[in-house]
């Protein structure tokens, strides 16, 4: 109350003490009808309003939910991923308290970040990690242990160094991800209900990974293929989404953890020569460099089908009730490397005169090239960073000519 005016706590004072019945703090005068709250205090409709203004402003101070900006900074508390490139796409990692997907077709490595970062989490924060536990559900077959144990020395050896990594046990990792399987929609929920919470409230989960949400959300399994039976799964997966997506969104900020969701794609085809498919606008970051898709057309002359099949684009599952829930989209890139008789037969469907064993291929088109984009952050622009996935999980390229 410092911050009222001498005459603005005299008249609180003088309603107090005109007394409500039973109300011995200013705030408990606002539990009674304000009808009755005149009625006690004795006063004037002109001063009983400003009288219950005083009261809500004293018990409701909004003051207390204005912070500045630089005090905010303190609070940006983030994940690394193990690598400053791919942090810097992303805005500097995966930020405590947000709600991230991580997306993109089969084998492009969805999997491979999640567990890069359930590494990176445990590392102390002098590494990029906030020395904390990791909460992993899976919903896709069994949880990979065995690529977690294999990445973990290797990518500690990355961040660390040698001298750290040298007492490191992959046990004790593994001993702090929490992992839970669930082979159904129903298990799924009553984790989420249930389970969840119990282990969050633990206090040192900083990660939970759900690998991955679209599993028991994307398909109607339900024997019932009629009409309406389709339209109710929809309507029941609209109202799942919303209903998990506040429940995140409460734990992230009451438990300072960051969710991170892998998500399944579906093909979005563009027709023709494929223009304006993703595979359009992967570059790698020098402004010299041509595009992937035009190079490829120009130096193959590949014809218009496989150039369309290569150009396909991905679109993330779930529509966009879940994409107006999240705060971040990564989308994972691929393009498979060609064969040196993929490439060859390319060429010669264009040109039967020319010898197959004289074509070489640009090295660069054999090699299987993957990015990892930021597609949209509160935190940052949206930006590309040319990754290669190894026995340390993914770290970026540079120098890398198209």
């Known amino acids: 109350m410092s911050a009222l005016t001498e005459e603005d706590q005299a008249l609180l004072a003088k309603c107090v003490a005109k007394g409500v019945v039973g109300c011995e703090e200013p705030y408990q005068c606002l539990l009674v009808p304000y009808s009755e709250f005149l009625r006690s205090t004795g006063l004037a409709e002109e001063q009983g309003q400003l009288a219950w203004a005083l009261l809500c402003r004293s018990t409701y101070p909004w003051q207390q939910h204005i912070r500045l900006a630089t005090e ?15 942090d810097k796409c992303l805005g500097g990692g995966i930020r405590l308290g947000s709600m991230v997907e991580v997306s ?19 590392l102390p924060e002098a590494y990029g990690g ?10 896709e077959g069994p949880f990979p242990v065995n690529r977690l144990e294999s990445m973990v020395c290797p990518l500690v050896h990355r961040v660390c160094g040698e001298d750290y990594a040298s007492a490191v046990d992959p046990a004790d990792f593994m001993h702090r991800i929490q992992v839970a399987e669930f ?12 389970k969840v919470p119990a282990l969050l409230s633990t206090g040192n989960v900083r990660l939970m990974i759900v690998d991955s949400i679209a599993a028991h959300l994307r398909f109607n399994t339900s024997n019932d293929n009629s009409g309406q039976s389709l339209s109710a799964f929809y309507k029941e997966r609209s109202d799942s989404l919303v209903s998990m997506g506040a429940k995140f969104r409460r734990w992230a900020n009451e438990f300072n953890c960051a969710f991170v969701f892998i998500n399944q794609v579906t093909d979005l085809f563009t027709g023709g020569n494929g223009n304006g498919g993703i595979s359009a606008r992967l570059r790698p970051g020098n402004s010299n460099d041509s595009d992937s898709s035009t190079e490829l057309s120009s130096v193959a002359d590949v014809d218009s089908e496989f150039a369309t099949v290569v150009a396909s684009k991905k679109a993330p599952a779930l529509g966009s009730l879940w994409s107006n829930i999240i705060d971040t989209r990564i989308m994972m890139h691929q393009r498979r490397g060609l064969a040196p008789s993929e490439f060859r037969l390319a060429s010669d469907a264009q040109n039967n005169a020319v010898d197959q064993a004289t074509i070489e291929p640009p090295s660069h088109l054999l090699r299987t090239r993957r990015w990892i984009e930021n597609v949209f952050s509160p935190w940052a622009p949206n930006a590309l960073c040319e990754v290669v996935l190894d026995k340390s999980g ?3 390229i540079t120098n890398v000519s198209i």
């Open 183 to 194: 082979e159904n929609m129903e298990t799924m929920f009553h984790a989420f209900d249930y």
């Open 130 to 139: 906030l020395d904390g536990d990791v909460i992993y559900i899976s919903t």
């Open 394 to 396: 993914f770290q970026h």
């Open 72 to 86: 905010l900074k303190d609070d940006d508390i983030w994940i690394s991923t193990g690598d400053l490139e791919i």
């Open 104 to 122: 993109g077709e089969s084998a492009s490595g969805k999997t491979q970040l999640c567990i890069q970062l359930a590494i990176s989490a445990q």
